[in-house]
């Protein structure tokens, strides 16, 4: 078992910045990718970053360029970085992450980005 707990989100202007976490806690040594994912309201959800544990890295072309992914796993968490913000980009942004094939999320933080 995993829990995810976001943090980060707030409301910001167009061409602002926001730095998202993710902590982890429970079974972590077994954790391998994370990702990053967003749902806008009435949208489904989809795809912003993922990491490998490793730390591979992987991007939505929404954001290639603009958002960086990292990760830090003496401190269980994940990151997402979001530089020249979008009002687009205004979602409820979740974490997840699998564990022996099993996914896990968060509850999700909300990012608005007024223009």
């Known amino acids: 078992q995993v829990q995810l707990v976001e943090s980060g989100g707030g409301l910001v202007q167009a061409g602002g910045s926001l730095r998202l976490s993710c902590a982890a806690s429970g079974d972590i040594f077994n954790i391998g990718t994370m990702g990053w994912y967003r749902q806008a309201p009435g949208k489904q959800r989809e795809l912003v970053a993922t990491i490998t544990r490793s730390r591979v890295t992987n991007y939505a072309d929404s954001v290639k360029g603009r958002f960086t992914i990292s990760r830090d796993n003496a401190k269980n968490t994940v990151y997402l970085q979001m530089s020249s913000l979008k009002p687009e980009d205004t979602a409820v942004y979740y974490c997840?992450?699998?564990?022996?094939?099993?996914?896990?999320w968060g509850k999700g933080t909300l990012v608005t980005v007024s223009s």
């Open positions: 997840n992450a699998n564990l022996l094939g099993k996914v896990y």
